[in-house]
């Protein structure tokens, strides 16, 4: 009967522990067109999802964080929002569209940064409207027939599957190593 006593007091302790405080909503623009794949998280945690593309989220935190904690919205091309939940459950927000111009900054193939005049290479560009005008759901998928040379391959022929880019290897310069052919070393 003791050991029963103790069990129970332990799934009980448990229970309480373990309890969490959901928090749903909307995220949207200021159209009020919904945002789909918007980052929300718990701030000062590792907790976090995603919108999905009717731009809604569902968040499980912590009941001790239900009054004190915050969630922080976030989604490239949109200034970053904090809400604190102050008990909610629900949540919508609309994100505000973020103004700041970027510079132009070429990130080369070793990771290098520089500015487009310091590098001594043909460059190619790639527009975020022509990106936009590909109406496709994969980053990658819509940098093909965009960018010369470069290869994209997908892992199916589903909406929103995996893809991969490779650029191939070529012999630019006398002496160097491409497919099928190795360099001579002393």
Not at 38 to 55: D, I
Request: charged residues 20%; positive net charge.
């Amino acid at each position: 009967m003791k050991a029963l006593c103790i069990v129970v007091a332990l799934l009980i302790t448990c229970q309480i522990l373990s309890a969490q405080h959901e928090v749903s909503g909307r995220v949207t623009d200021a159209r009020g067109e919904p945002l789909p794949m918007v980052n929300v998280t718990l701030r000062g945690t590792s907790l976090g999802v995603s919108a999905n593309e009717e731009g809604r989220f569902k968040i499980s935190i912590p009941s001790e964080r239900a009054n004190d904690g915050v969630l922080v919205f976030s989604f490239v091309g949109y200034k970053s929002t904090s809400i604190p939940i102050q008990g909610r459950k629900n949540i919508d927000v609309v994100l505000k569209e973020d103004q700041l111009m970027l510079e132009e900054v070429v990130i080369t193939a070793i990771g290098i940064s520089r500015e487009r005049k310091q590098i001594g290479y043909a460059l190619q560009d790639v527009k975020g409207d022509e990106i936009a005008q590909s109406r496709e759901p994969n980053l990658i998928n819509s940098l093909n027939a965009k960018v010369a040379g470069v290869q994209i391959t997908s892992t199916s022929g589903t909406p929103g599957a995996l893809a991969a880019f490779g650029l191939p290897a070529q012999s630019l310069t006398p002496g160097s190593i491409s497919p099928g052919r190795q360099r001579n070393r002393p």
